[in-house]
């Protein structure tokens, strides 16, 4: 067994968020070991919002959606996702 980084404590989810954004979990974490476990109690943490796009944009994120066989709000999130996980390890590195 390797040896693994002890995790952080954090002040709120964000700084944890920003944390695991730009860190390896399995580096502080041992995955042999994982237990499946459900959480039925467990409230989603999405928040809905409103914002404003060209038509082309949502056209061409319906493309690339239809094209991965997913939905174009569920590919917008990983865009979307995948471009601040960029940002942010482009500012520590």
Not at 38 to 57: A, D, Q, V
Request: zero cysteines.
């Amino acid at each position: 067994m390797k040896n693994l980084k002890p995790i952080p404590k954090f002040k709120n989810a964000a700084q944890e968020d920003k944390f695991w954004a730009t860190h390896d979990s399995a580096e502080y974490i041992d995955y042999s070991k994982a237990e499946i476990a459900f959480f039925p109690e467990l409230k989603s943490s999405n928040k809905t919002i409103s914002i404003r796009l060209p038509e082309s944009l949502i056209e061409s994120v319906k493309l690339l959606a239809n094209k991965q066989d997913v939905p174009y709000q569920s590919m917008l999130k990983i865009l979307l996702a995948e471009k601040v996980r960029e940002k942010l390890l482009s500012k520590t590195h």
